[in-house]
C-alpha cells in the first residue's frame, strides 16, 4: 500500500491535524496518540478551536484531577478556561517539539485562539494575545487572531512583539491581501524591535468547505442548468486564486528585502478542509489543494480518508489558475454575490466562534461546580 500522506508531504503539503484532547496527549499506543500520529502519519502541527476543547472536556476523565485542584483555589471560570486550554496546548507543543526541531521551526506547531468576543477590539486581541503567548510560554506556539477589521492591526502588533501567528477566519481574496500587508508590516516592526526574524512564523488560514456550503446554497435558489452546474467548485477556485495573491507577494521588492533580513513567508493554510456535502468527495479539499509551502489541517476523519483514498499529485493548484479565474467569473455571471458570500461567512464565522467560547466556559464552569 502507497504511503498518501508521505506522498502529501513531499509534495510540499505540511500536514496538521485539526484537533487535541488531553486523552490524545496520555501516553499509550493508540492510534489517536498524536506522538503516534506525528510519528507515523507525517503529521507536523496542531490547530485547536473552543468547540474542539468544549467536546475534549465533556469526553473525557483526564481533566478530572485539574478540574478539582482549579474548583479548590476557587479560580474563576474564565482563567479556569485558560489554564485548562494552555496546559493542553503546552503539552502538545512538547509532543511536536521533534517536527519543530527538524524543520528549524517551520513547522511543529500548535495553535491556541484569542478570544473570538473581542474580535472587533484590537487593542484587546493584542493583550491577550502577548498574554497567552507568556502564560504557554513554548516557541512552537501559534497564536490564533482573526481576520477581522479590527484584527488586522491586531496581527501587526502581534508579530511586532516578536509572537508568531495563525491568522485564521479568512474568506475574502481582498481580506486575505490585507492579511498580508499586516503580515509584512508585523515583520518590519518586529525588525525595528529588535526581534530575530528567522525564529517568527505565521500562516494564513483560509476557509475551504463553507464557501462551498453557502455558494452551493445561493445556486441551488437559482437552480438554471448553468448555476447548478457550478456546486461544488467555488471554493477550490477561491482557494487557488488566494495561492496565486500569495505568489505575488512573494516576488514583492518589499518582501525580497524581508527575506535578506532572514524573514520566513507566511504560508496559506488551508482549514474547514472536511467536505460538509456527502455527495462531495471526503478528500476534496486535500486533492485539489496541493502546492509546495502549503499547510492543509485536517479533521481526524480527513486525515484517516486522505490516506486510504485520496488523489496525490505533484501540483493541483498553480496549473488550474487560469480555470480558477474563470470559475469565479462564471458564479458572477449567473448571479453569485462574491462579496456579500464572504462578508456573511466572515459574520457568521466570528458569531459561531463566540457561541463555542460561550458554550467552552459553560462547560467548564459546569465542571468546576461538580468538582466542589
Same mark, same amino acid.
Given at each position: 500500500?502507497?504511503?498518501?500522506?508521505?506522498?502529501?508531504?513531499?509534495?510540499?503539503?505540511?500536514?496538521?491535524?485539526?484537533?487535541?484532547?488531553?486523552?490524545?496527549?496520555?501516553?499509550?499506543?493508540?492510534? %489517536?496518540?498524536?506522538?503516534?500520529?506525528? #510519528?507515523?502519519?507525517?503529521?507536523?502541527?496542531?490547530?485547536?478551536?473552543?468547540?474542539?476543547?468544549?467536546?475534549?472536556?465533556?469526553?473525557?476523565?483526564?481533566?478530572?484531577?485539574?478540574?478539582?485542584?482549579?474548583?479548590?483555589?476557587?479560580?474563576?471560570?474564565?482563567?479556569?478556561?485558560?489554564?485548562?486550554?494552555?496546559?493542553?496546548?503546552?503539552?502538545?507543543?512538547?509532543?511536536?517539539?521533534?517536527?519543530?526541531?527538524?524543520?528549524?521551526?517551520?513547522?511543529?506547531?500548535?495553535?491556541?485562539?484569542?478570544? !473570538? #468576543?473581542?474580535?472587533?477590539?484590537?487593542?484587546?486581541?493584542?493583550?491577550?494575545?502577548?498574554?497567552?503567548?507568556?502564560?504557554?510560554?513554548?516557541?512552537?506556539?501559534?497564536?490564533?487572531?482573526?481576520?477581522?477589521?479590527?484584527?488586522?492591526?491586531?496581527?501587526?502588533?502581534?508579530?511586532?512583539?516578536?509572537?508568531?501567528?495563525?491568522?485564521?477566519?479568512?474568506?475574502?481574496?481582498?481580506?486575505?491581501?490585507?492579511?498580508?500587508?499586516?503580515?509584512?508590516?508585523?515583520?518590519?516592526?518586529?525588525?525595528?524591535?529588535?526581534?530575530?526574524?528567522?525564529?517568527?512564523?505565521?500562516?494564513?488560514?483560509?476557509?475551504?468547505?463553507?464557501?462551498? %456550503?453557502?455558494?452551493?446554497? #445561493?445556486?441551488?435558489?437559482?437552480?438554471?442548468?448553468?448555476?447548478?452546474?457550478?456546486?461544488?467548485?467555488?471554493?477550490?477556485?477561491?482557494?487557488?486564486?488566494?495561492?496565486?495573491?500569495?505568489?505575488?507577494?512573494?516576488?514583492?521588492?518589499?518582501?525580497?528585502?524581508?527575506?535578506?533580513?532572514?524573514?520566513? !513567508?507566511?504560508?496559506?493554510?488551508?482549514?474547514?478542509?472536511?467536505?460538509?456535502? !456527502?455527495?462531495?468527495?471526503?478528500?476534496?479539499?486535500?486533492?485539489?489543494?496541493?502546492? !509546495?509551502?502549503?499547510?492543509?489541517?485536517?479533521?481526524?476523519?480527513?486525515?484517516?480518508?486522505?490516506?486510504?483514498?485520496?488523489?496525490?499529485?505533484?501540483? %493541483?493548484?498553480?496549473?488550474?489558475?487560469?480555470?480558477?479565474?474563470?470559475?469565479?467569473?462564471?458564479?458572477?455571471?449567473?448571479?453569485?454575490?462574491?462579496?456579500?458570500?464572504?462578508?456573511? /461567512?466572515?459574520?457568521?464565522?466570528?458569531?459561531?466562534?463566540?457561541?463555542?467560547?460561550?458554550?467552552?466556559?459553560?462547560?467548564?464552569?459546569?465542571? /468546576?461546580?461538580?468538582?466542589?
Amino acid at each position: 500500500m502507497t504511503d498518501k500522506l508521505a506522498e502529501l508531504s513531499a509534495a510540499g503539503v505540511a500536514i496538521w491535524l485539526d484537533d487535541i484532547s488531553r486523552e490524545r496527549l496520555t501516553e499509550g499506543g493508540s492510534q %489517536t496518540n498524536l506522538d503516534k500520529v506525528r #510519528r507515523e502519519n507525517h503529521v507536523v502541527g496542531v490547530t485547536s478551536n473552543p468547540t474542539i476543547f468544549q467536546l475534549a472536556i465533556a469526553n473525557s476523565d483526564e481533566y478530572t484531577e485539574q478540574l478539582n485542584d482549579l474548583a479548590t483555589c476557587k479560580i474563576g471560570v474564565e482563567e479556569a478556561m485558560r489554564l485548562i486550554t494552555a496546559f493542553d496546548v503546552r503539552k502538545a507543543c512538547d509532543v511536536m517539539r521533534p517536527a519543530f526541531d527538524s524543520s528549524s521551526g517551520m513547522d511543529g506547531r500548535v495553535s491556541i485562539e484569542c478570544d !473570538p #468576543r473581542k474580535a472587533d477590539n484590537t487593542s484587546a486581541t493584542t493583550a491577550e494575545a502577548k498574554q497567552l503567548w507568556w502564560l504557554v510560554d513554548r516557541p512552537n506556539l501559534f497564536i490564533k487572531i482573526p481576520a477581522t477589521r479590527a484584527g488586522l492591526p491586531a496581527i501587526t502588533a502581534t508579530l511586532a512583539q516578536g509572537i508568531s501567528v495563525n491568522v485564521t477566519l479568512i474568506f475574502s481574496l481582498d481580506r486575505y491581501r490585507e492579511v498580508m500587508d499586516a503580515w509584512l508590516s508585523g515583520l518590519e516592526q518586529a525588525q525595528q524591535n529588535g526581534h530575530d526574524l528567522s525564529k517568527l512564523q505565521s500562516v494564513a488560514s483560509f476557509f475551504v468547505s463553507r464557501v462551498d %456550503t453557502e455558494i452551493d446554497k #445561493r445556486l441551488e435558489k437559482i437552480a438554471t442548468p448553468e448555476a447548478l452546474a457550478l456546486r461544488g467548485k467555488a471554493a477550490v477556485a477561491n482557494a487557488r486564486l488566494a495561492y496565486e495573491a500569495h505568489q505575488k507577494v512573494l516576488q514583492s521588492p518589499r518582501w525580497v528585502s524581508l527575506r535578506g533580513l532572514g524573514a520566513q !513567508p507566511q504560508r496559506p493554510l488551508w482549514a474547514s478542509t472536511g467536505t460538509k456535502n !456527502p455527495d462531495y468527495s471526503p478528500t476534496l479539499y486535500v486533492d485539489e489543494l496541493i502546492a !509546495p509551502g502549503v499547510v492543509n489541517t485536517m479533521p481526524e476523519k480527513t486525515l484517516w480518508a486522505v490516506a486510504e483514498k485520496a488523489s496525490i499529485s505533484p501540483d %493541483t493548484i498553480t496549473p488550474n489558475v487560469a480555470a480558477a479565474h474563470e470559475t469565479m467569473a462564471a458564479l458572477k455571471a449567473v448571479g453569485v454575490d462574491y462579496d456579500d458570500v464572504v462578508e456573511v /461567512l466572515e459574520r457568521e464565522g466570528v458569531e459561531k466562534f463566540s457561541t463555542s467560547w460561550q458554550e467552552l466556559l459553560t462547560q467548564v464552569q459546569s465542571a /468546576l461546580e461538580s468538582h466542589v
